[in-house]
């Protein structure tokens, strides 16, 4: 007889290579052709609803790395809520206005932007977006993320766009919109204003000055003619010079130096002197700012005067205490000019060039212009000093490219009207991390304004007229209209018709009294339109809620996304739009550095899951602290595989010993199962309520680590190992068998739900190899509750694994000292240095098993024992020979004269299980 016939061996058609660049592509196709993601929102209907609203993408290239942990994450809860009952349904989003598309359709289309109308231009731009939406959709759905792709949320649909102007005009209503003229952001290569979201700081090499302006009228303090310098870092701003600031209640000194007298402030004047290389200064005067009001200077090459003006913003941080005041250009400016009845003068037009406004510079870049208003006022005179400096300014963010400020007429959000109220609601707020409540409390706390038209043509147009006196005209008839315009027609309707077409019937206005009206032709600021997905999204589709419970994004988003939906839902409705902030880091290399082209260090979402399958990218997301910036290379993704590797060899293994296993006709009730198996059952139980309590803190590193770990050390390193000696050798229907297998069949079955939300694809196909399930897909299922496992001493079990490490470091020590090969062929002694050691040891029936040894001795003592921790142990080579069956050392071998070769176990076994 083959002893291995009789054996009951693993079998299992689960493969152990996941192979799953191949095999994802069809299970999603698998997914969708059964409709699963409909078919759990069925299962969980009536179930407390819980929403993710999903932060928009921009609709613009393909996806990168960044975009692959959002939306990974994303899944992740929702999946998690869907199955610890919840009603979670997913609606995706994507923003699809802004500068980009019109850019990519100029550049990479090729489009003659000025050979077509408004309207012609819109319609491409809209194309194009929904090519790009239907390109990001496929890359996200490959990365295994469930949702309701069919119908996500665009921000260029009619219901969008239309639920937008409802915003608008309740935000106008309450009084929170005005136009005004006030120096906003410009963007001269968007040729657009920028709100303060949309702008980064970058280091940037500016010329330093120093500029003398002689005082023509010293208002009985100054005789005249003295110079009072003032420090800029932008010299194109001196032809938009106005006036000099003094803070009222600083001290003001003036000083001799070569027959030459200046004013500076005396705070200051110690550092100036260093400056300008000044050699012994006298202070001939002193005076308070307060007394030097309305003194006047005249500029430095116009025939102009520069008034002296009191303003608060007046530091002695930097500079000289007199500050260069041009209202056009700087909006503390702009305030002490306006209090002066100063109007602010912006000779700098659309694109950064100079006009007629600023003689002697026409036509020239604001930034060329530095060089050349430099020379001319060396050329006056008035330029005492000239060097460079590198500082942090202010940037478009889009192009990357410098800023200025530019007074312009624009549409502003008066955020100051309702600033305590959101101040209120970042307090309410859950914020994950817990820094989020004061980065985004200390951004709003200092907020005026929020400058909201756009001087583009790809976006929601701001719904105003004008009557004929240019008097803005927007009410809550003419809001409706528009908003109905827009539902029915889109926001094209805007720029297809004649203001007096998008009017409603019969409108009437004191401000026109001929009937004559003009339209606004700015648009809305593209996070007016994103912000507003509260009222679009979880107000008007089914299945919602305002607020949702959370918001999701990248940490960059406190100033963008978070926070224009808190601003325009504060305003609408007093409340937040949302429960939970949770804010991601950004994605690096390997080093650390961050991801660019030229470095060549970039890692593309589409190449990894070609290469290594998206349940690898995933389980990297779910293997990093991502509240803070993440790495990612290919060594990264590689120990990620082996991990990947270690958890679905652990569940083949299970799967393969559970091949004639029913779990209804087989399992042992609980409380007859062997104690081991309840103790494994109880360690599950552990890691099921450490889990859980990690996805309810939206903590995914625990979750990796303690399954991974589980897998590992609880099941690999001993349940499944030992249990071999069991589950190989004894009769199919031995108790002690059936109770190991009931205990890995729920072992099995709970791990796959607690990994289903983090590696969908690979849980899914564990799924169909388990015996007696009954749902189409574990994705159709509920993760289990921790539960208290029957009739257990936990605490024998716990110090049990304890002292069995003491007895596999005597067993290792052995094995280097060539005493044993492998384990089985060891004989133990174990001598307790305690009660506990000894009350334990002593009541195992199959302590031998647990040890993987052939035989294990608890004695009161041995002159051959090494001391350990728990216990003395002495290993010696067991003097039986080796059952052919079961490879237990024993001297029972040969006793029986059927099957010489076996030990009385396994003789026992074959003959009552496979001799005729």
Same mark, same amino acid.
């Given at each position: 007889?083959?002893?291995?016939?009789?054996?009951?061996?693993?079998?299992?058609?689960?493969?152990?290579?996941?192979?799953?660049?191949?095999?994802?592509?069809?299970?999603?196709?698998?997914?969708? +052709?059964?409709?699963?993601?409909?078919?759990?929102?069925?299962?969980?209907?009536?179930?407390?609803?819980?929403?993710?609203?999903?932060?928009?993408?921009?609709?613009?290239?393909?996806?990168?790395?960044?975009?692959?942990?959002?939306?990974?994450?994303?899944?992740?809860?929702?999946?998690?809520?869907?199955?610890?009952? !919840?009603?979670?349904? !997913?609606?995706?989003?994507?923003?699809?206005?802004?500068?980009?598309?019109?850019?990519?359709?100029?550049?990479?289309?090729?489009?003659?932007?000025?050979?077509?109308?408004?309207?012609?231009?819109?319609?491409?731009?809209?194309?194009?977006?929904?090519?790009?939406?239907?390109?990001?959709?496929?890359?996200?759905?490959?990365?295994?993320?469930?949702?309701?792709?069919?119908?996500?949320?665009?921000?260029?649909?009619?219901? !969008?766009?239309?639920?937008?102007?409802?915003?608008?005009?309740?935000?106008?209503?309450?009084?929170?919109?005005?136009?005004?003229?006030?120096?906003?952001?410009?963007?001269?290569?968007?040729?657009? &204003?920028?709100?303060?979201?949309?702008?980064?700081?970058?280091?940037?090499?500016?010329?330093?000055?120093?500029?003398?302006?002689?005082?023509?009228?010293?208002?009985?303090?100054?005789?005249?003619?003295?110079?009072?310098?003032?420090?800029?870092?932008?010299?194109?701003?001196?032809?938009?010079?106005?006036?000099?600031?003094?803070?009222?209640? %600083?001290?003001?000194?003036?000083?001799?130096?070569?027959?030459?007298?200046?004013?500076?402030?005396? &705070?200051?004047?110690?550092?100036?002197?260093?400056?300008?290389?000044? =050699?012994?200064?006298?202070?001939?005067?002193?005076?308070?700012?307060?007394?030097?009001?309305?003194? *006047?200077?005249?500029?430095?090459?116009?025939?102009?005067?520069?008034?002296?003006?009191?303003?608060?913003?007046?530091?002695?941080?930097?500079?000289?205490?007199?500050?260069?005041?041009?209202?056009?250009?700087?909006?503390?400016?702009?305030?002490?000019?306006?209090?002066?009845?100063?109007?602010?003068?912006?000779?700098?037009?659309?694109?950064?060039?100079?006009?007629?406004?600023?003689?002697?510079?026409?036509?020239?870049?604001?930034?060329?212009?530095?060089?050349?208003?430099?020379?001319?006022?060396?050329?006056?005179?008035?330029?005492?000093?000239?060097?460079?400096?590198?500082?942090?300014?202010?940037?478009?963010?889009?192009?990357?490219?410098?800023?200025?400020?530019?007074?312009?007429?624009?549409?502003?959000?008066?955020?100051?009207?309702?600033?305590?109220?959101? %101040?209120?609601?970042?307090?309410?707020?859950?914020?994950?991390?817990?820094?989020?409540?004061?980065?985004?409390?200390?951004?709003?706390?200092?907020?005026?304004?929020?400058?909201?038209?756009?001087?583009?043509?790809?976006?929601?147009?701001?719904?105003?007229?004008?009557?004929?006196?240019?008097?803005?005209?927007?009410?809550?008839?003419?809001?409706?209209?528009?908003?109905?315009?827009?539902?029915?027609?889109?926001?094209?309707?805007?720029?297809?018709?004649?203001?007096?077409?998008?009017?409603?019937?019969?409108?009437?206005? #004191?401000?026109?009294?001929?009937?004559?009206?003009?339209?606004?032709?700015?648009?809305?600021?593209?996070? $007016?339109?994103?912000?507003?997905?509260?009222?679009?999204?979880?107000?008007?589709?089914?299945?919602?809620?305002?607020?949702?419970?959370?918001?999701?994004?990248?940490?960059?988003?406190?100033?963008?996304?978070?926070?224009?939906?808190?601003?325009?839902?504060?305003?609408?409705?007093?409340?937040?739009?949302?429960?939970?902030?949770?804010?991601?880091?950004?994605?690096?290399?390997? =080093?650390?550095?961050?991801?660019?082209?030229?470095?060549?260090?970039?890692?593309?979402?589409?190449?990894?899951?070609?290469?290594?399958?998206?349940?690898?990218?995933?389980?990297?997301?779910?293997?990093?602290?991502?509240?803070?910036?993440?790495?990612?290379?290919?060594?990264?993704?590689?120990?990620?595989?082996?991990?990947?590797?270690?958890?679905?060899?652990? $569940?083949?293994?299970?799967?393969?010993?559970?091949?004639?296993?029913?779990?209804?006709?087989?399992?042992?009730?609980?409380q007859e199962m062997e104690e081991v198996d309840r103790y494994m059952l109880h360690r599950l139980q552990?890691?099921?309520?450490?889990?859980?309590?990690?996805? #309810?803190?939206?903590?995914?590193?625990?979750?990796?680590?303690?399954?991974? =770990?589980?897998?590992?050390?609880?099941?690999?390193?001993?349940?499944?190992?030992? &249990?071999?000696?069991?589950?190989?050798?004894?009769?199919?229907?031995?108790?002690?068998?059936?109770?190991?297998?009931?205990?890995?069949?729920?072992?099995?079955?709970?791990?796959?739900?607690?990994?289903?939300?983090?590696?969908?694809?690979?849980?899914?196909? *564990?799924?169909?190899?388990?015996?007696?399930?009954?749902?189409?897909?574990?994705?159709?299922?509920?993760?289990? +509750?921790?539960?208290?496992?029957?009739?257990?001493?936990?605490?024998?079990?716990?110090?049990?694994?304890?002292?069995?490490?003491?007895?596999?470091?005597?067993?290792?020590?052995?094995?280097?000292?060539?005493?044993?090969?492998?384990?089985?062929?060891?004989?133990?002694?174990?001598?307790?240095?305690?009660?506990?050691?000894?009350?334990?040891?002593?009541?195992?029936?199959? %302590?031998?098993?647990?040890?993987?040894?052939?035989?294990?001795?608890?004695?009161?003592?041995?002159?051959?024992?090494?001391?350990?921790?728990?216990?003395?142990?002495?290993?010696?080579?067991?003097?039986? +020979?080796?059952?052919?069956?079961?490879?237990?050392?024993?001297?029972?071998?040969?006793?029986?004269?059927?099957?010489?070769?076996?030990?009385?176990?396994?003789?026992?076994?074959v003959k009552e299980n496979y001799t005729a």
């Amino acid at each position: 007889m083959d002893y291995k016939d009789t054996l009951l061996m693993p079998k299992t058609d689960f493969p152990m290579r996941g192979n799953l660049p191949n095999k994802e592509p069809k299970r999603q196709e698998q997914w969708e +052709e059964n409709n699963l993601y409909q078919k759990g929102l069925e299962r969980t209907k009536g179930r407390p609803l819980f929403i993710l609203h999903d932060g928009p993408p921009y609709a613009n290239g393909d996806l990168h790395i960044g975009h692959a942990l959002n939306k990974i994450l994303k899944d992740f809860i929702t999946r998690y809520k869907s199955m610890t009952g !919840y009603h979670a349904p !997913y609606i995706p989003g994507w923003d699809t206005h802004g500068l980009p598309i019109e850019t990519a359709l100029t550049k990479k289309k090729k489009v003659k932007r000025k050979e077509m109308s408004t309207a012609e231009f819109r319609k491409l731009c809209a194309d194009y977006a929904l090519e790009q939406i239907d390109n990001q959709r496929t890359q996200f759905k490959a990365l295994g993320v469930r949702g309701d792709w069919d119908n996500p949320y665009i921000t260029l649909t009619k219901d !969008y766009e239309a639920a937008q102007i409802k915003v608008f005009g309740e935000m106008a209503k309450k009084g929170y919109i005005y136009k005004g003229l006030k120096p906003v952001y410009w963007s001269p290569s968007s040729e657009s &204003a920028l709100a303060e979201a949309e702008i980064e700081y970058h280091d940037k090499r500016s010329p330093s000055i120093y500029v003398a302006f002689e005082v023509t009228d010293g208002k009985g303090l100054l005789e005249g003619g003295e110079k009072i310098i003032i420090w800029t870092t932008t010299p194109w701003t001196i032809p938009a010079n106005l006036g000099i600031s003094f803070h009222p209640d %600083l001290k003001y000194a003036v000083v001799e130096v070569n027959d030459q007298k200046y004013v500076v402030a005396n &705070a200051l004047l110690e550092s100036v002197a260093e400056e300008l290389e000044w =050699n012994d200064p006298k202070v001939v005067k002193t005076f308070k700012g307060q007394e030097a009001d309305k003194i *006047v200077a005249k500029h430095p090459f116009y025939d102009r005067d520069s008034l002296v003006m009191l303003g608060e913003h007046v530091t002695t941080e930097a500079g000289t205490g007199c500050v260069h005041t041009a209202p056009g250009h700087g909006e503390d400016d702009f305030v002490v000019g306006k209090s002066y009845g100063i109007e602010p003068l912006s000779p700098v037009d659309d694109r950064g060039y100079f006009t007629s406004e600023a003689p002697g510079f026409e036509g020239l870049f604001y930034d060329a212009a530095n060089k050349a208003i430099t020379e001319k006022l060396d050329e006056s005179g008035a330029l005492l000093k000239l060097s460079f400096i590198t500082h942090s300014y202010p940037h478009d963010w889009r192009t990357k490219k410098p800023t200025i400020f530019r007074a312009t007429s624009q549409w502003f959000a008066s955020i100051k009207d309702f600033r305590q109220d959101i %101040l209120g609601e970042i307090k309410r707020i859950n914020w994950h991390p817990t820094w989020g409540e004061t980065r985004l409390y200390n951004m709003v706390r200092d907020r005026e304004d929020w400058c909201i038209s756009r001087q583009r043509a790809w976006g929601v147009p701001i719904p105003v007229f004008y009557g004929e006196d240019g008097t803005p005209i927007i009410t809550d008839k003419t809001i409706e209209h528009v908003s109905a315009l827009f539902a029915e027609y889109g926001s094209n309707v805007w720029f297809e018709r004649e203001a007096k077409d998008l009017l409603p019937d019969g409108f009437t206005s #004191e401000h026109s009294p001929n009937g004559k009206f003009t339209k606004e032709t700015d648009i809305m600021d593209v996070w $007016f339109d994103s912000g507003s997905s509260h009222e679009a999204v979880l107000c008007n589709r089914e299945d919602h809620k305002r607020p949702a419970d959370v918001y999701l994004e990248g940490s960059d988003q406190y100033r963008g996304w978070f926070n224009s939906s808190l601003s325009t839902a504060v305003a609408v409705t007093g409340k937040a739009p949302y429960e939970n902030i949770i804010s991601h880091g950004f994605v690096l290399d390997g =080093n650390g550095r961050k991801m660019s082209k030229s470095l060549g260090n970039v890692m593309v979402p589409a190449k990894v899951q070609k290469q290594l399958g998206s349940d690898i990218l995933r389980l990297w997301v779910s293997s990093v602290d991502y509240q803070a910036d993440v790495r990612i290379s290919n060594d990264i993704l590689k120990q990620t595989s082996e991990a990947y590797r270690k958890i679905r060899n652990t $569940f083949r293994f299970m799967l393969a010993n559970l091949a004639d296993f029913d779990p209804k006709a087989d399992s042992v009730p609980e409380q007859e199962m062997e104690e081991v198996d309840r103790y494994m059952l109880h360690r599950l139980q552990q890691v099921v309520k450490d889990v859980r309590e990690s996805y #309810e803190q939206f903590e995914y590193s625990p979750i990796f680590h303690q399954i991974h =770990n589980f897998c590992a050390v609880d099941l690999s390193s001993f349940y499944l190992d030992f &249990a071999k000696d069991v589950l190989y050798i004894e009769a199919k229907d031995n108790k002690r068998r059936r109770s190991i297998q009931t205990g890995y069949y729920e072992t099995l079955t709970t791990l796959v739900k607690l990994l289903t939300p983090i590696i969908p694809h690979t849980m899914d196909e *564990v799924w169909e190899y388990i015996p007696g399930t009954e749902a189409e897909s574990v994705q159709l299922t509920d993760i289990p +509750e921790p539960r208290k496992i029957v009739d257990l001493d936990e605490e024998k079990w716990d110090h049990f694994m304890n002292v069995r490490n003491d007895i596999y470091k005597a067993l290792e020590e052995a094995r280097n000292e060539k005493i044993i090969g492998k384990s089985l062929e060891a004989k133990i002694v174990i001598v307790p240095k305690d009660e506990q050691t000894k009350d334990v040891l002593t009541s195992m029936d199959h %302590l031998h098993q647990y040890l993987i040894v052939s035989e294990a001795a608890v004695s009161d003592g041995s002159t051959a024992a090494k001391e350990y921790k728990y216990a003395d142990v002495a290993v010696e080579k067991h003097p039986g +020979e080796k059952c052919e069956r079961c490879w237990v050392a024993s001297e029972t071998v040969g006793e029986d004269t059927d099957h010489p070769e076996l030990c009385s176990r396994c003789a026992e076994v074959v003959k009552e299980n496979y001799t005729a």
